[in-house]
C-alpha cells in the first residue's frame, strides 16, 4: 500500500545528499566550482570588452555584463576559503599563505566591478573604456600573482 509520506521521503533524501555536499573531503567539486566562478567573471569581462570596442552586442547588454561580474566578484573570497590545492587547479598556495593579500586582491576587483556598474550607468563611453582597463589589469594582477603557470 501506497502512503502520501513516499514524496516526503524522497525529499528528505534529496535534502540529505544536497546536505552533504558541503561537506565532502574530495577537493575537485571545490575546485571545479572555483575554476566555474573565475571561467564565469572571465566570461562576462570578456563580453564587456566585446560590446564595448567592437560592438558585438547590443549596448544594453554592457549593465546585465557588469551586474552579473559585480554578483560574481563577491563570491571569489567564499571560494577560495577551503584551502584546496589538490586536483587541477593553478591555484597557488600563496593564495592561502597570504590570505590577506588575496583577499584584499579580490576586494580590488569587486571594486573594479563596481565601477563597471557606473561606468555603464553613466553612458561615458571614454570612463567606460578607462575601467575596462582597470577590471583587466587587476585581473591580471592577481593571476600574476596568485595562479601558477600552465604546466
Known sequence: MRTKSTPAAIALLLLGAIGTTGAQTDAEPQ?????ALMQAQSGHLAAMFQIAAAGVAEPRYLEIHARN???LTRMTEAAYEP????????AS????DDWKGFVEMAQTM???AADLVGAVASGDR??????????GDTCSGCHQKYREKKR
Open 126 to 135: 571614454a570612463l567606460l573604456a578607462v575601467k575596462l582597463d582597470a577590471a
Open 69 to 71: 561580474l559585480l554578483e
Open 110 to 112: 569587486e571594486r573594479a
Open 31 to 35: 575546485v571545479d566550482y572555483r575554476r
Open 93 to 96: 598556495p600563496k593564495i592561502w
Open 83 to 90: 584551502r584546496t590545492e589538490r586536483g587541477r587547479t593553478r
